[in-house]
């Protein structure tokens, strides 16, 4: 069962690859809700995969200057074209007003808090990371420029996403490109696991010919 709070309606007309892709879109502006960015400031998101790729996209939906940072380089590839800067590898985090951990390794927010400059604020994409939740000596203060996104966004997270995909403002194709029956699971997973696929939507129905 599910809360009513947490069920949207999607505009009858917006396809269900898209549809399906709501929800993400929605969590990265409940956090960027959250962090009040303003246009002009700089972003760093680390983790060029499917939420960082959205995340990314916000930010410069927003007006903000986003660097992604991402070891696979046909990751960050796929950013290119939204304006993005790109590098493979951390450097220097001191002249980020905003970084956003997005790459699910468990030793990327603890250096992004410790190297970041004191008044820069850190989004986490992964509101079940270890690290976040669990307390102890100096994370106090760390805590305090830490936001964490805790479900996937209101309603008006939710209209807002909607939005932006209708008016294609955040680009879905790369998200929708591969598309798998729902009994070939293990292969999706596999080909995301090796990289060979940047996303795979399953498809639950055979009578769903067309998403």
């Known amino acids: 069962a ?8 999607l505009p009858l007309d917006m396809p269900l690859k898209y549809g399906v892709l709501v929800e993400p879109v929605a969590m ?5 809700r959250k962090l009040a960015v303003q246009p002009g400031q700089t972003a760093c ?6 939420m960082g790729n ?3 996209q916000v930010l410069r939906a927003r007006g903000l200057h986003v660097t992604t940072v991402d070891r696979n380089p046909r990751r960050l590839f796929l950013l290119y074209k939204y304006d ?15 970084l956003v951990d997005a790459s699910r390794d468990r030793e990327t927010l603890p250096h992004l808090i410790e190297k970041s400059n004191p008044s820069a604020t850190v989004l986490l994409l992964d509101p079940h990371h270890s690290w976040a939740r669990q307390a102890g000596p100096g994370k106090e203060t760390s805590q ?4 964490r996104i805790s479900a996937a966004g209101c309603g008006a997270d939710w209209a ?11 680009q879905l194709d790369d998200h929708t490109a591969t598309v798998e029956a729902l009994e070939d699971y293990r292969k999706a997973w596999a080909g995301v696991e090796t990289g060979e696929y940047f996303k795979v939507l399953l498809n639950v129905s055979k009578e769903l010919a067309v998403l």
């Open 2 to 9: 599910m809360h009513p709070k947490h069920v949207h309606k």
């Open 160 to 170: 807002e996403a909607i939005r932006l995909v209708r008016s294609r403002t955040i």
């Open 45 to 50: 998101v680390v983790g060029a995969g499917a």
């Open 84 to 98: 993005v800067d790109t590098l493979p590898e951390l450097g220097a985090l001191e002249k980020y007003d905003y």
């Open 144 to 147: 305090e420029r830490l936001i």
């Open 54 to 56: 959205l995340c990314s």
């Open 28 to 32: 990265c502006l409940e956090g960027l």
